[in-house]
């Protein structure tokens, strides 16, 4: 079967896809909301095609959901959602660690340290914008995590974790992370490291769950804070 599109426009796709990933983690197409390939389009300045695919792309992260006769919706998450999925990444990634102690590498553990000490330099950088101050923070803690589940060298362990790790959520939450909240990330990020080079896979499991549940608290407050005021509106 013949590839539909050159070299080039599979990189305008793949653009695409990259721009509403970012617009459904900030929050810009609501939790809920219908994703109507028309109005995307229009949106992004690309036709539907391209369009098309990136909502398929989305939908395999967990970005979205499709659903028959009702199309792409911005995928929304409850209280219990939150809960379900905190609870099973605390297992999943605490079993990773473990897994990790044994079997990660000098390289990796070099990558580690390389994202820890970005997360803990961002504390003195200047950032244009808070999103871009977000973005990053996302973005080197998924290097730090998604290392230890390569690391472990389970494949269906880090397909499961992909399943449930909600990207939205995890900017949500660093969103809302003060500065000490970020320096207690950071110490758990600097513990659950130093048991990896020890290969101690008990204390990097126990160090990984209390730092997931951590975040799991700080988005709950955060969900928290966000409904509060629409509370008091109906009062």
Do not use: C
């Not at 395999?60 to 659903?67: D, K, P, T, Y």
């Not at 998450?77 to 897994?99: K, S, V």
């Not at 900017?171 to 909240?181: A, D, G, I, K, N």
């Amino acid at each position: 079967m013949e590839h539909l599109y050159t070299k080039d426009e599979s990189s305008s796709a793949d653009q695409v896809y990259q721009r509403l990933r970012r617009l459904l983690i900030e929050g810009f197409y609501p939790p809920g909301s219908r994703l109507v390939e028309e109005r995307l389009a229009s949106d992004l300045g690309v036709s539907r095609t391209p369009v098309r695919q990136a909502l398929v792309r989305a939908a395999a992260e967990g970005l979205v959901q499709i659903f028959p006769n009702r199309g792409a919706v911005a995928r929304s998450f409850t209280i219990d959602d939150l809960l379900e999925m905190y609870d099973l990444r605390a297992l999943l990634e605490g079993h990773a660690a473990y897994l990790a102690a044994s079997r990660i590498t000098p390289a990796q553990l070099s990558r580690m340290e390389e994202a820890a000490t970005e997360l803990e330099k961002s504390l003195t950088y200047t950032f244009e914008r808070r999103q871009d101050e977000v973005h990053f923070l996302v973005e080197h803690n998924a290097v730090f995590h998604q290392t230890i589940a390569e690391a472990a060298g389970n494949q269906r362990l880090i397909t499961m974790l992909n399943q449930i790790v909600a990207v939205p959520l995890q900017f949500r939450s660093f969103y809302w992370y003060r500065r000490e909240e970020r320096q207690i990330s950071n110490f758990f990020h600097r513990s659950i490291l130093n048991a990896l080079r020890l290969g101690d896979g008990d204390r990097a499991r126990a160090m990984m769950r209390e730092h997931i549940f951590y975040g799991r608290d700080v988005l709950l407050q955060s969900q928290r804070a966000e409904s509060a005021p629409a509370a008091l509106d109906e009062e």
